[in-house]
């Protein structure tokens, strides 16, 4: 056995300077050299440290390679092996929501709990020459002030109400976090913000057809930039960028064969409960006791789910336990948990909304935001007599909100805030349900986000007590795991 490193992401600063330093002027610094040569793995007997030189030396005949395999003969997946880090800044918490629903890429954000803001904001091109802009300009200066005044006050208050937690720098750093988070509610959506993403060129070819279809300009004009910085580096495996019809008609389709009908499907049911359960797998707890069987057993599955019938409660409770026993809160549960799902319904704060669409391995459909379902206004607001002008606030967003939506529907909600809501259904399986409860409902977590999960746990184990016996956040775990196997 061998294990050779082929190569891993480094600062693109460093690779120009060593670049530079060396005198290098060959047009093989570029991921599309590891692509080739892994595509030629399949049927080429050399070493791959061998490939990989190949393709170094010969790097025109690499990218003939990769646009032969990867285009000509569809093996797509050769160009995962190139993976890309980007900075991007100088963005909209609005744009952020559109480019964060990509799966197989990773985000880390400037984040609203622990950096106060300084004032930053997007205005969308679309309204830049139109009566609206300094309307816009307005609302977030006010928006902005209502911030930094908030956040003073709601220092202030917790540094009063919890004066043991001040004793420490961390812990003085803890409770000011808590007065950003609160403050922030009433930030606009157009605040700038900033970014890490690692993204292989596979989903970023993906990602920059979707973005030429975006009713945002600010998202087309991230894909234009993003191509003009991969391109030249990678022009064989970031090919094909253009949006296609499926991307560009499909929307309009479906709202106009849905207009149709519109009377017919929407009723007068209009319910703003927070959180609803509104499916689960049929007998999830025996379908988890038939996978488990299943996992270590020689038999079809049909036989499986027979023989977990045919358990008593105490026994399957029992082989549930089992595929827990001696887990941490940090290890995943048995895949054989992927078989249970629950599909939930949400209506959450942006503020919300900001940390749930991170759990980008459930399914997430999303509506957009909704002036009609109120706002969340944080209970330390409420507190310190603030409700006022968080009210006033909301009123002042919204109002532009129905204004702009008149001549330019698709910028609307750079109005609104971290307060507004939106529905969300969301489909986890119960081995990621158990991560998301892990991480959402711990004593770390922020509580809007807390809330949602707690109400989420409570639902799943109603609907399957066995297979969520052990759902809890990390600060809960060691109780848990503790009241269930002392039984």
Known sequence: MKVVLAGYNIDADIIEELKKKAGWDLDNVTPETLSASYARISRDPN??????????DATEKARKSNELIIFGLGHASVAEHAVFNFDITGISRLAVEEIQKFRLASFTEKSQRYIRLDGDFVIPDEITDSEYISMMESLIETQNDAYRLLYETLADHFFRKFPSRITTKQGKTTVEGWAKEDARYVVSLATVTQFGMTVNARTLEHMLRRFKSSELTEIRK????????????????????????????????????????????LSSNYDQIPVKLHHV??????????????NYSGSDFSSCYESAKSLTANQKKDLIKASLCSRDCYDKVERAFETVEFVFELIVSATNYAQLKRH???????????????????????ETGQTRLFSEIMKRSEDLYYLVEKNYPSVKNYALTNAHRRRV???LNARELYHFISLRDDEHAQ?????????????????????????????????????????
Request: glycine share 2%.
């Open 425 to 427: 259904l969301m489909k």
């Open 222 to 265: 991230l894909g234009e930039l993003l191509y003009k910085t991969v391109h030249p580096l990678s022009p064989s495996i970031i090919k094909y960028t253009e949006a296609t019809p499926y991307d560009t008609e499909r929307e309009k389709m479906i709202r106009e064969t849905l207009s149709k009908y519109e009377k017919k499907l």
């Open 360 to 382: 980008r391995m459930s399914s997430q459909l999303m509506q957009d935001y909704d002036t009609e379902l109120g706002y969340t206004i944080p209970s330390s607001i409420i």
């Open 281 to 294: 797998t049929k007998n999830p707890d025996t379908v988890l006791c038939a996978s488990l069987i299943y």
């Open 447 to 487: 509580w809007d986000i807390r809330e949602t999960a707690r109400e989420m746990k409570v639902l799943a184990e109603k609907a399957a007590p066995l297979t969520s016996m052990m759902l809890s956040g990390k600060s809960d775990f060691n109780e848990c795991r503790k009241k269930i196997f002392s039984e």
């Open 47 to 56: 070493d791959i440290s061998e490939l990989r030189k190949i393709a170094r």
